[in-house]
């Protein structure tokens, strides 16, 4: 045994990815079904074009995905919380920018008696007013807490000044806001957004005929109106890169928000920007984790990431450094974004990242839930487009540094850069 | 249900193997007993420094991501008051990897001034990051000094103060890794797609040359019984008043630890949870509350914390949360609601034992506190708590004597 010499290791070239099998619900929604595992649990969500896009008052979405668990026409908030809590059962609402979830846990003996009360979360909520007045309360001071932080600020101001104040994905929320927003905005928006257009749902775990039947009866009731998409884009990145700034001069970190719009998941390229996306900030041992943290202690962490929504995708870094590190820091992103314009990634580099992606993606397709996860990302990113999965194995094992390097020069330009900062004295 | 199989090498490392054969992936994970309550309390911090330091490369191996990430893997680590604990994930294959790079860190770390350097910025920045610098961030570095008074859970993981990282040497490094770091004060477990006894021979090859160190004795000293109800003001640049109230606990392997458990699930587990429908929904005191146990080894604390609606006085909301406590311990829970509290407990640990991962992490831990089979007693630990328990038990620990009071009040702007 030398222990200079690694042990020999290998990566699989192929991976397996569970089936999805897709039908009709009656409603004119759908159903993916992802069977495999080995526990004795099973997982639905059911995907709503609900998101906050839709609104027409701020606040809209989120308020209403939040009070679906306020009460139905048949229990009361109490009911239905000692009723999951009793089963062990979990459901869970969560509202997006595109899209809202409800999620159920369950085992397969409360299968039935979560699945009816989840049907009834998602048909006939009640919005009830004492209960909307709790919510609100507690949602306005978290949103107030939440204010005072400088990671905030900074995403606040990055999405501002990307997609502008008027823009679906641009605007954001404002104290007033939690006053202006009444019970009949949430039942407007939860007939229209739950009721009227078709929902998917993703089933996932041991799955069989009787699991499948119980799905359809009580989720494949109703009749929507499939309405089609109209896309919402953002904005050219054309402009010089713009720098905003929110003083806190207290603060002892600096947030750092950098970010501008990118190609989307539906584009040929997007794999391969994936990978790209990796080299600059995406794993542990990154150029700008190496080069900010473990160089240089600027900061605990810093990454990047593609942010995908339904009609653009992000390329966004973020990072909280101490306040007297601030300029250098942007410095730093701004050049390791220049190095990989100018310099081809060394074969080391590259293979060593294919070789951790590779096994993210075996992380990725390990059981059941993981899989249905990729499931639920196709069918809110990119058209239910379940060949993306393959195209981003594919690409992962053959991508080159030549090819990296172009797309580099296209993406990972200053042009269309917002630099958002927060803590720290006010710019000179 | 963790099957699992248990070996002991000679240098005294303990193997603790459960195979799954559901998954590609395997999970590697070691625990070392060492953790911030070992610490010099003048040196704070310091254990959960040297996790970050486990990662600047080990005697023979420059850099410890590198080769793992070549091989498909991913790792990472955390350190609480009890114990260390680092973990990989990687496809199984490649498992020896893990094996080479966990043993060479064991066997010597690559002690060097400029990694320690980084670190202490790194460190800093993560103090500032997650207690200085965010609102309520440093809730915990307040009430943990007012609970206990000489047990050493008195700190943080992250240290008293940035000071005592920024003092740290090299030499204390080294000290610090001879007297804790090593074979026979370890725990590997392992889950996945593998043959137990094949993952045996592999920790024989790679730890097995490991040699015994003498590992500093644990001689904590020992927190004295509160004998007044302690309070704390303070004023901090937020939006709203905070209470947190700290009530010590019975240890981690004390049968009413159990009971402790539940009482937090019947006061705030989920939405149907005593606070939450009486001091929230009902009294309209608080816009947020939650209780829960910290969990460690020796006697830890049962924790109330709520955020108060405005125009609430401190007074008015303690004494809503006392009426609430001294009810648990002068009327029984019903059936109905103690058969809740155990369902929802053996639902959780159903939902848990999916990944290898959290398999690995739960059978080291429960080798650490005992036996790793001992990880399939929790659901019977739990059910049998009775509602007299709970009552018994309840007296104990919400008599005012054992009760300290933080107030976080918000300054008026």
Partial sequence: MNRHIPPQTSLPTHIDILPTAQQALGNRGRIAIVNGGTQDVLRATIITESGSRYQQQMLQARITSAMLMEGTRNATALQMAEQLDFMGSIIETTAGADFSLISMLTTHQHLERTLSMLADVLQQPAFPQHELDIVLRKQRQSFAVNQERVDTQARKALMANIFGNSHPYGRTATLEHFNAIDRQHLIDFHKSHYLDKPIMVVLAGQVGDREIALVERYLGQGNATAAPHTPLLAPPATHEPIRTHWAKPDALQCAIHIGKPTITRRHPDFPALMVLNTVLGGYFGSRLMTNLREEKGYTYGIGSILMPYRDACLLSIKAEVGANHTESAIAEIMHEMDCLRQTPIPPQELELVKNYLMGELLRQFDGPFATADTVMGAYQHNDMDLDYRVRTIDTVRTVTSAQLLQLAQQHLTPKGLVISTAGGPALS | MIDSIKYTLDNGLKLIVHPDHSTPMAAVNLLYNVGAKDEDPNRTGFAHLFEHLMFGGSVNIPSFDEPLQHAGGDNNAFTNNDFTNYYITLPAQNIETA????????????????????????????????????????????????????????????????????????????????????????????????????????????????????????????????????????????????????????????????????????????????????????????????????????????????????????????????????????????????????????????????????????LGYHELIGQASDANLEVERYNSVSAERVMQQARILFAPNNCSTLRYRATKR
């Fill in chain 2, 99 to 362: 094996f080479w790079l966990e043993s060479d860190r064991m066997l010597q770390l690559d002690f060097s001034e400029k990694s320690l350097n980084t670190q202490r910025n790194v460190v800093i920045e993560e103090f500032n990051q997650n207690y200085l610098n965010r609102p309520y961030g440093d809730i915990w570095l307040l009430l943990r000094p007012l609970a206990y008074t000489t047990h050493p859970y008195r700190w943080c993981t992250i240290g008293i103060t940035p000071d005592h990282i920024k003092q740290a040497t090299l030499d204390q490094v080294k000290t610090f890794f001879y007297s804790h770091y090593a074979p026979n004060n370890a725990i590997l477990s392992v889950a996945g797609p593998v043959e137990p006894d094949a993952i045996a021979e592999l920790a024989q090859r790679w730890f097995g040359s490991i040699e015994r160190r003498n590992v500093a004795t644990r001689n904590l000293p020992t927190e004295p019984p509160q004998t007044e109800p302690r309070l704390l003001e303070v004023e901090r640049d937020v939006p709203f008043d905070v209470l947190a109230q700290a009530f010590h606990m019975p240890n981690r392997t004390n049968a009413e630890f159990y009971t402790a458990d539940l009482i937090t699930d019947a006061l705030a587990g989920g939405k149907s949870g005593r606070l939450y429908q009486r001091l929230v929904r009902e009294q309209q005191l608080f816009s947020s509350i939650n209780s829960f146990i910290t969990g460690d080894i020796d006697n830890g604390l049962l924790v109330v914390q709520g955020q108060l609606a405005p125009n609430v006085a401190f007074e008015q909301a303690e004494q809503a949360v006392a009426n609430e406590l001294h009810q648990l311990a002068e009327q029984p829970l019903t059936n109905n609601e103690l058969q809740k509290l155990y369902n929802r407990h053996e639902a959780n640990i159903k939902f848990e034992e999916i990944s290898v991962l959290d398999k690995a992490m739960t």
